[in-house]
Structures are given as C-alpha cells and as structure tokens.
C-alpha cells in the first residue's frame, strides 16, 4: 500500500478511537492496531508499545480515583482536599476504560505510522506541503534517534564503570540528548543547504500510481471517521 | 583558469577569539586532487566550509577575503545555489542523512537542484554504483553500517555531478581496503577534488598537489613530491613510512581478559561468531578487520558491555572501554567533572589524567564547547583515569592528527605495565606503533593471530 492512503487510513483509525461512544468499539480498534504495530521488528516497536501501552493503563488506573461518576461504589478511600473522597464505582472503571482504551488506540495509531510507513514516499507525495511534511518526518524519526543517542550514553557511562539506572540516572541523560539533538539538527541543515535544498526550480523523482488497494483504504478512512462518529 | 580562486581568506568564527582561516589564498585547476594536511584545528574543515559556501552564509562570523568558484563569488551566492557545482561530503555520515531509504537520499540533492523526473532514477543508480554502494539501494539508511552510509554520502554528492567535489576526512570510518578503493575512485573522476585527511598516507600517493594548514595559515602549497620532501623535514610524522614490526617478544603477564569461542547476534544479525581472543597484563593488542567484521562486538563483549549468546567470557579486574564517538562524552557540565563520573567525583585526579593528554587550562569549559579533537582527547581521559585492568579503546585515532597520534602511542605504551589493552583500529599505522600483537578478523570468520 502507498504511504499516503496507508496514513489516511491509520489517522481515520485514530478518528473513530476518539468519536466512537461504545467501549467495544474502540477495543476492536486498539486492538486491530496492536496487531498492525506487531508487524514491526520487535527491537524497533517495544519502546512505542510499552510507552502506548503504560500511558492507557495509567489512564485506566488513575482516572476512577479523580472521576465522580456515581454507581456501584467498590472501594472508598480517604477524602483529600480539592479533590474530594477517593472512591471507584462501576461507572467510573467503565469510564476509565473508554479513556484508556481511547488513548491506546491514539497511540497505537502513531505508533503503526512511525514504525510501518515509509516516511520518505510521504514526504515526496508532499507536494507543495514538502517542507511541512518533511519536518514531520525529521521529527518522526526523532525517536529512534534519540532513544540510540540514549544507548550510546548509557554506553559510553557503562564503559566508565558508571550505572545508569532509574529515574536519576535517566534524567542525567536529557540534557545531553537534547544538546545532542540540536547539534544534529544544525549538522543536517548544513547538509540540506549544501545539497541544494530551499533553491527554486525544484523537481521530484517520478512516484508510482497509485493502485486499486490505495483508493480502497482512502476510501475506508472516510467511512471509519463517519461511522465512528454516527454507528460507533 | 583555475576551477576555484580563493584569495586573502580571513575567517573568524563567531565568538571566537583567534580566526580560523588566517590570510588564505590558494587555486585549484579543474581535474586537480588537492589534500589538506594539518593538526586538529588548523581550519581544514572551515576551508571546506568556504569553498562550500557555507562560510559564512550557514555558519556566520567575520569573513574577509574573496573566495571563486568557476567564477562565482560565495559571498554574493547562498549554498544552495552553489549545489551542482559543488558538492559536499562532511566528516560524520550519520549527521547528513534526511531519508530513510538509501534511493531517496541519493535522488535528494537531484531533486533540489532541478534535474529534469526522468534523469532523477538512473543519475542515482548510477552514482551508486560508481561507489561501490548499487547493493544499498533499498536499505533503509538506518540499518546500514557507518562504513556504507559514508559511501551512500558519496554517491549523494557525486550524483550531482559537480565541478568541484570537498571531502572532509572521507576516510574515517573506512578499512583499509575501502579507503584505498575511494582514492582509486577520485583518481578517476574527471572532477577536482579538495580532500582533508588525517591518515596521510593514502592522500599523499594519490594527489597532485598539497597545501598544509597550521593556525588557519597556509604552510605549504606544494605539488605531491614537493611537498612529501617539505613534510619529511618540517613534519616527518605526516610522513608514515612502511610500519616497523616491534620487537616479537611474548608477553607473559596474567591474562586479563579471555573470549573463548565466542558468538553474539544482533536480533537476527551475526556480530561475531565462535572467535576467540586473550589479551595478557602488561600487552597491547590491536584487533584490525575490515568494517563489518565485528571488531566492535568483540570489544564490547571483552568490557563486559554485551554478554555472549554462545561461548565463555572471562576477564580479572576492572575494565574500561572507550567508545568511537567522542560525542558521548558530553554527559557532565564541565570538563573535569565528565572525567570524574568514572571516579566518584575525584576532581583532582580529573585534572592530572586531563593533564596526561594535554587539555591543561580547559577543565572549566563544557565539553560541548570544545573541538573535536579536543573532545576525542575528553573521552580518552575519562577512561584512562579510571585506571582499570583491561583498557578497550575503539578507533582511539579517528579523526586525530599524526602528531597526537604519536603522543597517543607513547601515552598507552608508558601505561602499558600496568595493564592489558585492547585497541580496535583501522590505522595499519598505528597499530604497527603501539601493539605486540596484532589480531586480524575476518568478515564473519575467526581471528587470525600475527
């Protein structure tokens, strides 16, 4: 599939997770991402799935604690200023849920795109949004350059006799990472300049036509973000 | 008429004190080969950068002087606009790559400078293919070796088809074999050629003229033999000659480190398969092979830094391993406290081992502030100054000039009595200067000892 319907049809993925109202639904679709996210090699797609994945459960475990829902009430605990009694009822753990499940969904979404699609074919499909798009894909791959700028440190600590672990020994490493990664930025624009880019009079490599399987997930994009918000 | 008119270049960098480029004038014919020589930071790369036009268009600072090229004034023409006449490889790969398919990258620049669609694919396929690289295409960019993806950077550049390729330090991340097979390579371009080298030897067997560099002064511009006789008095390190076997006594000191039949994978990849190595106290081996080899992996694997899927590691005391990028030495805030991470925060001892490397006056500064050169000298300190049993240096000599080169030697052969040190290095050189023993790796097969 090209690149372009293939983000259409993750994005009307993502729109149904967040205009559906059933739980069912949106569980049909975190889970019909997952298994789209599982087609990535497994070095490259655990850290998008275990950050997606913590954040829905983190939403499902906190959120019951803060809503006020009413129903069944299953557990109570102290009552704290501002935010009132800690308590879960049933309606609140459904809530909770929905919300999860929604936010997986999203995530997961991202994930298919930053893992699965060839950012390059979507960045010449740009058009005239060329430079829009293509700061979208140098910030797509920001990710997993970071994370190996990340092992280097660790890397280079550990070849020192230095463990880096927990949340102090991370946090040591953000500084550096975001020097690291505005060096490379101006290193690449140097790069960019000097391979012509920004110069007028641009042309693009010939891109293949699109088939029958794009106009279909163009078309399935459309009706996932119609029925998300009507059948859903 | 000479191709590139460069004359009364001086160049200051922003905030900076001292220029970079101090009085330069010199003139490349079409067809030429010219090497720049010169220590670390003697304004070989800003060179480049002025003739690239990106001094000062991209970098900024003071820039007086008139630089030409084909009779365009960079001063009065952006980069940009400069791209097709020029074209440009930069020292790390991995900084200059947009796209994430190898095709892509390479059809980049054509795409910038307006080549007609349907030149775009075979002008790329083309480029690749005089690279060596035809085999890359389809790879994604990411999962390539630093080795292939200098030599996709050079097919980007070549695909342009300029008038006036700038190499800086192209070399780095090649073995041998494959810095050999460029300069056969720029031998036969019918294109002039401005190459900054800090491993002479080749440079001085392919090129026709060389202009040395010292304190953003030219030195020297001089044809190849000419020059190769001013170097040999006034600078004999730049000058290898054929590498001096040391003396062939076994070393009989405890072994410190021991891999027996190891084997390790990346994912799916083989790193290195049944190889064994042992490296004794008081012994410095140099493992050399060509890229893909995995001389890396045995490195890591002997510091402990990876554990082996097949085989037995064993090593007595503590080891140390210097990475190859000295950009991961930038982790503390100044430099002394970035060689103390490794000591508990022993600041006094940070400055003795900063002293032992020469970046006496420095311990101040944000290792981020420093030269590149200056920075492979931070990241040297940081591990030597934890004085362990089993020293692993990776690529200590990249990007380093022959006169520290020299210094580096020394400095490892002094401390060698107290330790085993591995160095995994592409510089014959080099390690035919510091090592015992060399051992050679094969590509996927087991070590050769000699």
């Known amino acids: 599939m090209s690149p372009v319907p293939a983000a259409a049809l993750l994005g009307g993925l993502a729109a149904a997770a967040l205009l559906a109202d059933r739980t069912v639904s949106v569980a049909v679709i975190a889970l019909l991402l997952l298994a789209v996210c599982m087609r990535a090699?497994?070095?490259r797609r655990w850290p998008y799935l275990v950050g997606t994945l913590a954040s829905g459960l983190v939403l499902f475990l906190f959120s019951p604690l803060l809503g006020s829902y009413g129903g069944v009430v299953y557990w109570e605990g102290p009552s704290i200023p501002v935010v009132g009694v800690l308590d879960v009822t049933s309606t609140e753990l459904g809530e909770a849920l929905f919300q999860g499940l929604r936010l997986a969904a999203v995530g997961l979404a991202f994930a298919a795109y930053a893992l699965l699609l060839d950012h390059d074919r979507l960045l010449q499909a740009g058009g005239r949004l060329r430079r829009?798009?293509?700061a979208i894909a140098l910030a797509t791959r920001l990710v997993p350059t970071l994370e190996r700028d990340a092992a280097g440190y660790v890397e280079a600590l550990r070849g020192r006799g230095v463990e880096v672990s927990g949340l102090r020994g991370g946090a040591r490493l953000l500084s550096p990472l975001l020097a690291g990664s505005l060096e490379r930025s101006l290193n690449l624009a140097e790069s960019m300049e000097a391979r012509g880019f920004g110069r007028p009079g641009r042309t693009r490599a010939?891109?293949?036509?699109?088939?029958?399987?794009?106009?279909?997930?163009?078309a399935a994009a459309v009706l996932l973000v119609f029925g998300g918000a009507v059948w859903l | 008429m000479a191709l590139v008119r460069v004359q009364g270049l001086t160049y200051r960098h922003p905030d900076a004190e001292a220029p970079a480029l101090d009085g330069v004038s010199l003139e490349v014919q079409p067809g030429e080969l010219v090497c720049v020589l010169g220590p670390s930071g003697s304004g070989k790369s800003?060179?480049?950068?002025?003739?690239?036009?990106?001094?000062?268009?991209?970098?900024?600072?003071a820039f007086a002087g008139r630089v030409e090229i084909g009779g365009i004034d960079t001063r009065t023409t952006r980069p940009s606009e400069l791209a097709g006449v020029v074209a440009s490889v930069f020292q790390d790969p991995e900084d200059q790559v947009v796209f994430s398919q190898v095709e892509n990258e390479v059809e980049f620049g054509l795409e910038n400078i307006g080549v007609p669609p349907e030149e775009i694919r075979g002008r790329a396929a083309a480029a690749l293919e005089s690279v060596g690289a035809a085999h890359l295409a389809g790879r994604p960019t990411p999962e390539i070796s630093a080795g292939e993806l200098q030599r996709v950077c050079l097919a980007s550049a070549l695909a342009l088809g300029p008038e006036l390729l700038l190499l800086d330090e192209p070399t780095s991340q090649l073995d041998p074999d494959g810095a050999r097979a460029l300069f056969e390579l720029l031998g036969e371009l019918q294109l002039a050629v401005v190459i900054s080298e800090q491993r002479p030897s080749l440079p001085l067997e392919y090129c026709d003229r060389v202009v040395f560099l010292e304190g953003g002064r030219v030195l020297l511009d001089a044809p190849r033999d000419d020059a190769v006789r001013w170097l040999a008095r006034n600078r004999p390190a730049y000058v290898e000659t054929a590498p001096e076997a040391r003396a062939g006594e076994e070393v009989d000191g405890e072994v410190v480190s021991l891999l027996d039949d190891v084997s390790f994978s990346y994912g799916g990849e083989t790193g290195v398969e049944s190889t064994s190595l042992r490296v004794r106290r008081r012994e410095i081996v140099a493992l050399t092979g060509p890229n893909g080899s995995g001389k890396t992996t045995l490195a890591k694997l002997a510091a402990g830094l990876l554990e082996p899927g097949l085989g037995r590691v064993e090593r007595t005391g503590r080891a140390a391993y210097l990475s190859q990028d000295p950009g991961r030495y930038v982790v503390a805030e100044r430099v002394d406290e970035e060689v103390a991470l490794g000591i508990g925060g022993d600041l006094q001892r940070a400055r003795r081992a900063l002293g032992?490397?020469?970046?006496?006056?420095?311990?101040?500064?944000?290792?981020?502030?420093?030269?590149s050169g200056e920075r492979e000298r931070v990241a040297l300190a940081s591990v030597l100054v934890t004085a362990p049993d089993l020293l692993i240096l990776d690529e200590p000599t990249r990007g380093m000039d022959p006169d520290r080169k020299s210094a580096l030697a020394a400095l490892l052969r002094d401390g060698a009595g107290r330790r085993a040190t591995l160095v995994v290095t592409h510089d014959v050189a080099f390690a035919a200067e510091v090592a015992d023993r060399v051992v050679s790796l094969a590509r996927r097969r087991e070590a050769v000892h000699a």
Not at chain 1, 206 to 218: G, Q, T, Y
Not at chain 2, 46 to 61: C, D, E, I, Q, S
């Open chain 1, 41 to 43: 090699p497994r070095r």
């Open chain 1, 206 to 218: 010939p891109r293949p036509a699109w088939r029958r399987i794009d106009r279909l997930a163009v």
């Open chain 2, 46 to 61: 800003t060179l480049l950068r002025a003739l690239a036009g990106l001094v000062p268009h991209f970098h900024g600072g």
């Open chain 1, 132 to 134: 829009s798009v293509l």
């Open chain 2, 356 to 371: 032992l490397v020469g970046l006496d006056g420095l311990e101040s500064r944000h290792p981020r502030d420093l030269s």
